[in-house]
Structure formats: structure tokens, C-alpha cells
């Protein structure tokens, strides 16, 4: 199957500081990605659609302003989380494909810890 | 609203079978997704359905009923390694992937 590789694979940062993910299709052109948010032991939460050349869109209830989403070229999407608070600390998950009758490739996730 | 439910936690022995139930109620369908996650790890792939039946891969099975809005992961000759969560999703008719909590299924020898 295709491959998505996402970067780092945890992170820990100071409350107040910026924190930018990365998630790289490898060998196929992903037009739109998918950022995920997962607390424990519950399910996978979509935060936002990235669309390559133009504006994520963002579910309810996440700040745009937030988790800034930048979608530059077909084969990379980054996700920056702004200002990280602790309540951020979350397992962060990007994938390519899925939204239609394909597979999703899923990015290795983030363990984000903010302290 | 649109929901898909899982039993939360199961508990099998190693090289007995085990079967993990999701029903949903979403906007439309257009097929369904199992998938199993290791603790601190992303979801891999183990399969889809978008019609009724039984699809088989290897140890592992997954059976859609559409009229009833179920559907079901058969896992065969558990092993060790089959401890994880096992998330059931669906597509919608919007095209939204909608998922499941998750179902821990914790293996013993």
C-alpha cells in the first residue's frame, strides 16, 4: 500500500511554544489530507481537512488560529499547534485517502506532551 | 446524530476465536472500515466492506449486514500480538469517515 510518514514521532514542548508536525505522502500525490486528534482510549477525532493550494477546513470546535494548517505541495501537509497548552497533549494523526470507498493511509502519529 | 458502537474491552485466549461486533447509524452508507491500533500507534488497515457478505483475509474476517446496520470482525487462532484496539468506521453519505471508540481486545496465554 502507499505510504505516509509523519514527523517526529513525539515531541515535548513548554506550554506557550509552537510545535509543527509533518506528514509526507511518499509515493503518491495526496490532494487532500486529514489531520486526526485521539485522546486515550477513545476514538479518532477529525479536526481538519488539508487541501493542497488552498484553506484547511476545519471541523467544529477547532481553532483555526490554533492549529494552523498548511498544505503547500501535493506530497506535504503540516500541522503547527500555536501557543501549546497542556489540554493539547493529545496523539495527533494525519492520513491521505478514506473519505471515499479507498483505503486510508495513515501517518505513524505524534505523541505531542506539553508540560 | 450519527454513532457507531463497540464493546469497549474483550478479553480471548491465545488460539481460541474471537468476534467483535460494531452497529452504526449514519447519514447514508458507502462501505465500512476495521482497523486495528497498538497503544501509541497509528491505525493499520484490515479491511473494507461495502456489501453484504462475509469478506476473508487470512486469520481475520469481517461480515456486513447493511439492513441492519452491523457488522462484525472475526479474529481466528488468536496470537499474542493481537492485543490492540480494533476500530470499526464508516463512511457516510457525505463521504465522512465517522468512527468508532474502539474495542480493546487484551489476549491471554
Known amino acids: 500500500g502507499a505510504v505516509v510518514s509523519q514527523h517526529p514521532s513525539w515531541v515535548i514542548c513548554k506550554s506557550g511554544t509552537s510545535v509543527k508536525i509533518e506528514c509526507r505522502s511518499l509515493d503518491f500525490q495526496a490532494t487532500t489530507m486529514f489531520w486526526y486528534r485521539q485522546f486515550p482510549k477513545q476514538s479518532l477525532m477529525l479536526m481538519a481537512t488539508?487541501?493542497?493550494?488552498?484553506?484547511?477546513?476545519?471541523e467544529q470546535g477547532v481553532e483555526k488560529d490554533k492549529f494552523l494548517i498548511n498544505h503547500a505541495s501535493l506530497t506535504l501537509s503540516t500541522l503547527t499547534v500555536t501557543s501549546a497548552h497542556p489540554e493539547d497533549s493529545s496523539f495527533y494523526i494525519c492520513?491521505?485517502?478514506?473519505?471515499?470507498?479507498?483505503?486510508?493511509?495513515f501517518g505513524q502519529g505524534t505523541r505531542l506532551t506539553v508540560v | 446524530g450519527q454513532n457507531i458502537d463497540q464493546p469497549t474491552e474483550m478479553t480471548a485466549t491465545e488460539g481460541a476465536i474471537v468476534q467483535i461486533n460494531c452497529t452504526y447509524q449514519t447519514s447514508g452508507f458507502n462501505g465500512l472500515f476495521w482497523y486495528q491500533q497498538h497503544a501509541g500507534e497509528a491505525p493499520t488497515f484490515l479491511s473494507y466492506?461495502?456489501l453484504d457478505g462475509l469478506e476473508e483475509k487470512g486469520r481475520f474476517s469481517s461480515f456486513l449486514s447493511r439492513s441492519k446496520g452491523y457488522s462484525y470482525l472475526l479474529l481466528k487462532e488468536l496470537q499474542m500480538k493481537d492485543s490492540a484496539s480494533y476500530l470499526c468506521?464508516?463512511?457516510?453519505?457525505?463521504?465522512?469517515?465517522?468512527w468508532g471508540a474502539g474495542t480493546k481486545l487484551i489476549i491471554k496465554p
Open positions: 492520513s491521505a485517502g478514506g473519505q471515499t470507498d479507498t483505503e486510508a493511509f
Open positions: 468506521a464508516v463512511i457516510n453519505s457525505n463521504y465522512q469517515l465517522i
Open positions: 466492506n461495502v
Open positions: 488539508s487541501n493542497e493550494g488552498s484553506k484547511a477546513t476545519y
